[in-house]
């Protein structure tokens, strides 16, 4: 990506490193600004419209058509061969539903091709007497054609999927780097919490966990491809697209939050330089 051509646009960012930019700003009018495609991959996760700290709560249809917007913009800057992966939630609408996927509400809003819905599911979550306890929420896998989008199967197999049988007469029937992970994954949720917080914590209520977001990068984009979110929080997917070698543009509409992100790709550069520099070392 043409980070200069990005500072042409948008001015200067909040924080920016090698590969990285991160400005804060409205999602909708940094993207509207932007005038030719230049994502290989989107990883986002927007807010839901359920209250959180960071969310001015909308009706429901303003929330829908608002969303179709920002996905439009995705749309129109994502590169031909591209992809975009959306992370949602639940929401609960009065008399109707305790709590409906929001895909439902967006399914015929979004230009994008969907290849897969997959299953995140999680050990923590809410406790429930009336109702099953949720463990999950969806990411929906999108591409811009699908004659055309990449997918790295042998960057992601999964060594711990089991399957019963996997040697016929002595011999291994199976890929010995791992099975396809399938459309359901499991990893921990960022907790917080005396005694459960997770190692990888900020002070940001909604964080991705790096584990889903390494398997996404690393099955949708390839090194030096340029990755892109629009509601960056903690900025999760900088830091990772950052370790995985893809340069990174993200956005937020909050100052806190964007300094957690600085601060948080500060400190993984610093650590990654570190390393760097202990493999450079004569033995
Ligand atoms: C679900 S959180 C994303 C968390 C992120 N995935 C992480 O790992 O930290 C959604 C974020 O979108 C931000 N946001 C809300 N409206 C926005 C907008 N119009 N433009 C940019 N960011 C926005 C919120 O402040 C919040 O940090």
Known sequence: MDFGKIRKILGTP????????IYNIDCLEGMKRIDK???????TSPPYNIGKEYEKLLPLQEYIQWSAEWIHEIYRLTLPTGAFWLNLGYISIPKRAKAIPIPYLLWDRIPFYLIQEVIWNYGAGVAGRKFLSPRNEKFLWYVKDNGVYTFNLDDIRDPNVKYPKQKKHGKLKCNPNGKN????????KVTSGK??????????????????????????SNKQEVVFDPFMGSGTTSV???RLERPVLGFEIRSDYCQVAADRIDDFLRKWEFEKSQLRLPL
């Not at 495609?37 to 990883?43: C, D, I, K």
């Open 181 to 188: 992970p399938t459309d359901v994954w499991q990893f921990p």
């Open 240 to 242: 990772v697209a950052l």
């Open 195 to 220: 005694n459960r917080q997770s190692k990888e914590r900020t002070p940001h209520p909604a964080q991705f966990p790096e584990a889903v977001i390494e398997r996404i990068i690393k099955a949708s």
């Open 37 to 43: 495609p230049f994502a290989h991959l989107t990883v």
């Open 14 to 21: 909040f924080y920016e490193a090698p590969n990285c930019a």
